[in-house]
């Protein structure tokens, strides 16, 4: 254990110690008797002090800053789209160059760009979005290197995604509703006309099973989210942000599928509704993207930054042909679009064997 490690869990001891008594700690380590208890505890205590220990924390600065970049690129009732940057996927004719190419090729979304905030996760990725975007701003986190391609389930790649969770959570704070969506996913019809109104959290998956409040059998992905400003949707990603301290080594997606299922998480009573993947696609369930009525496209269940773009780009390419179809004048004759047309996309990343994810 290093030394920050150790002066952090001797802190949260004593802090323990003096707020619930030296005895009840005693009782704690006699019931906790095996290895897997006694981490239990340690994360669960952890988890309910959370908020006190945790050293990356916004600055007054940095949440003065975030707000006025909110605040223009917001509609009128406070929502706005977010996508996270880091230098890997802000490269020249990489993937926020198709992300962006995705809003000006689609129907009737490129106004959406007005009401997006590109979240830069360091410096070069900064500079790229000021040259391509009006909104940006730079996520500042010291000692972690955001930089490159990071490995799926690395120590960089589960701080960047909990870094996301815990800086949406801010945004929800200072009552700002949003779309969430990584910059792998391309857009091609407006989303908010698949939204449901009375619902405050509503996610994407991986896979879907026909029934939107199913907990147990959806696979939600957390790249892809429409969260409402209220004191459930706050609670929750407190709630959701502190429970990485009970599920070490995990990232944030998985964490969410046990906290879905927790009594503690359902007393907060948050309104969510899983997304159906006829509209909201990607490459995990193949057999429900019908191009007539897809929304947005994710590159799920694919392995490296270069695979996901060649997809993408083929996907992109498929929409075009797509619309083309649908510009022939109806006096003319022209083949149905829903049998002529099909996505060419997944291929590189089927066969793809890199172990990293962009």
Known sequence: MDIKSGVSNFLITALVATLIGFPVCLFLSHRASSEGQIQFTYYKLRAVLGAR?????????DVKELEEVLAMAATENKTVIITTLNEAWAANSTMIDLYLQSFHGGEKIEYLLGHMVIVTLDQKAHDRCLQLHPHCFRLKTSGVDFTGEKSFMSEDYLEMMWKRIQFLGEVLKLGY?????????????????RFFDNMDFQIACDRYYGRPFNVSRNAPNGGFVYVRSNQRTISMYKYWYEARLRNPGKHDQDVLNVILREKEFDDIGVKLRF??????????QKDRRDITKVVTMHANCCKGLSNKLEDLRLALDDWRSYKIVESVPHKL??????????????????????????
Do not use: N, Y
């Open 53 to 61: 220990e945790d050293p990356k924390s916004f600055s007054q600065s």
């Open 275 to 284: 997304l159906d993947t006829i509209f909201f696609s990607g490459f995990c």
């Open 177 to 193: 509703s949003f779309v969430f969506s990584d910059a792998d996913i391309v857009w091609f019809r407006d989303p908010f006309e």
């Open 333 to 358: 004759e022209k083949p149905d679009p829903t049998l002529q047309m099909a996505w060419r996309a997944p291929l590189a990343c089927v066969t793809s064997e890199q172990e990293t994810i962009g």
